[in-house]
């Protein structure tokens, strides 16, 4: 068998074809010139020429129609005619012919084969690609995943047999309403790609921001028969839209600070004194000591909103001691239920006393405000659950609450300084809080949970 223009056949299973053809044909040739089996042996040289469909040697198929047709006429040299001669030179034509139109189909199909091969290996190329860059998941028209790459496996730190068959539902953090969730589902089960960022959960708990866009692909009547979304994560990102908001804020506010206490709460200072020894010199039954007890009040309003900017501006340095945390909020929770106002709130505290290394007065100012803001959401009535849970090196305290939740449009603000949604407060609460949390190496996070309430997560490490 004559070598193609390549000059040499690949290893493996196309060499391994080769020597078969080569056989075959051997066998063929034989079996034409020398034994009387009749004209139509010399039409096997077809199987020899199809057997280009498994060489990857393009120019095979004319090679083996022309070595065909060679040894066909060579063939009706050597054997006798088994009937006219008319007869057999044109069954041996009509035999050549069929051979060099197998070789023609054996060419096309296999240009056809090759570009299928080269098709699939771009597409396996760029699905490659696309898996080491993003994070790649395909669902069914009802939402369910069908694909998930290693990358949404390693981010959402669920393993692939519990994503796949699940829903986005899943990972919902629940921090986006249901407006925008609606509004992605309308967008693409209309057939429009829908783009943006959304806030998940991965299953240890922790959040994870991802760029996503979502593409519908469309049947012939232009209907989704599947989704493919396509994310990058930007968690990194928002953390340090996030740092650069409060940096700007706290420069803002160091400046402030320095002019509120020298401006104003030394003045404050100097006038409660003064009222208080007015009030003390009028009688008991005067109306007056009754407006100067309110204006002290007032004023002692005042100050404890001025101590907060300042506390917020000017953290003090962690003064780290072994702490009992159970203990420490059970202290905390008897301090709230002393305020008259909170007495038909129910506090239920639960789970481990885990000791830990922190500022004991900073992290009893985190829970106080994160009780407070508790029963306050409650109303008058109802239960705020306190869990405190702890691992090898990390502790958690959860604190549950079941009044209304967080507005959507607010959950993005309430961790920012001056933001409040009280009639009275400074907005310093929960970024106070936070900033505590953090300077301790732990996290603060707040999620409004389907049912309702509000779930404030603090987690310290053990040390």
């Known amino acids: 068998m004559p070598v193609p223009s390549s000059g040499r056949f690949a290893v493996g299973a196309d060499r391994t074809y080769f020597l078969v053809a080569m056989g075959l044909t051997a066998a063929i040739f034989l079996l034409d010139a020398y034994l009387p089996f009749g004209i139509a042996t010399s039409a096997l040289y077809g199987i020899v020429i199809i057997l280009g469909l498994f060489i990857n040697a393009p120019r095979y198929p004319w090679w083996a129609a022309t070595l065909a047709t060679v040894l066909t006429a060579v063939g009706a040299w050597i054997s006798p005619p088994g009937g006219p001669v008319a007869y057999a030179v044109a069954n041996r034509g009509l035999t050549m012919a069929g051979m060099w139109i197998t070789a023609w189909l054996v060419t096309k199909y296999g240009h056809i084969g090759r570009a299928l091969d080269q098709s699939v290996k771009d597409l396996a190329d760029t699905k490659f690609a696309l898996d080491q860059a993003a994070i790649v998941a395909t669902t069914d028209v009802q939402g369910r995943i069908t694909y998930a790459n290693d990358r949404f496996v390693e981010i959402s730190k669920y393993p692939r047999q519990e994503l796949l068959g699940q829903d986005h539902r899943l990972i919902n953090s629940g921090h ?99 009222l208080q020894v007015i009030g003390g010199r009028l009688p008991d039954a005067s109306r007056d000591k009754a ?132 009639h009275r407060g400074t907005g310093l609460g929960l970024p106070t809080a936070r900033r505590v949390v953090e300077r301790h190496g732990g996290t603060l996070d707040l999620e409004c949970p389907a049912g309702g309430g509000t779930v404030a997560t603090v987690t310290l490490p053990r040390r």
């Open 291 to 422: 407006v100067m007890g309110d204006i002290i009040t007032r004023l002692d309003s005042l100050n404890a909103i001025v101590q907060d900017l300042l506390v917020f501006a000017r953290p003090r340095d962690l003064q780290l001691t072994t702490v009992p945390l159970g203990l420490l909020i059970a202290e905390t929770v008897g301090h709230v239920r002393r305020d008259p106002v909170q007495q038909d709130v129910a506090i239920e505290v639960s789970g481990e006393n885990p000791l830990i290394q922190a500022d004991a007065d900073q992290l009893r100012t985190v829970f106080l405000n994160l009780l407070l803001n508790a029963t306050q959401a409650q109303g008058t009535r109802g239960v705020v659950r306190v869990a405190v849970a702890s691992s090898d090196d990390r502790v958690t305290v959860a604190i549950a609450d079941q009044g209304p939740g967080i507005p959507p449009d607010v959950r993005e603000k309430v961790f920012e300084p001056f933001f409040t949604t009280k």
């Open 176 to 274: 986006h309403s249901k407006e925008f969730i609606r509004d992605l589902w309308h967008t693409i089960a209309n057939g429009r790609i829908w783009r943006g960022e959304i806030r998940n959960r991965a299953k240890d708990g922790s959040y994870y921001w991802v760029d996503t866009t979502i593409v519908p692909f469309l049947d012939d009547r232009r209907k989704p028969y599947q989704y493919m979304a396509i994310r990058y994560d930007i968690t990194a990102r928002k953390a340090s839209e996030v740092r650069l908001r409060e940096q700007a804020a706290l420069a803002r506010l160091g400046e402030m600070a320095a002019v509120v206490a020298h401006e104003v709460k030394n003045p404050i200072a100097g006038i409660r004194g003064a």
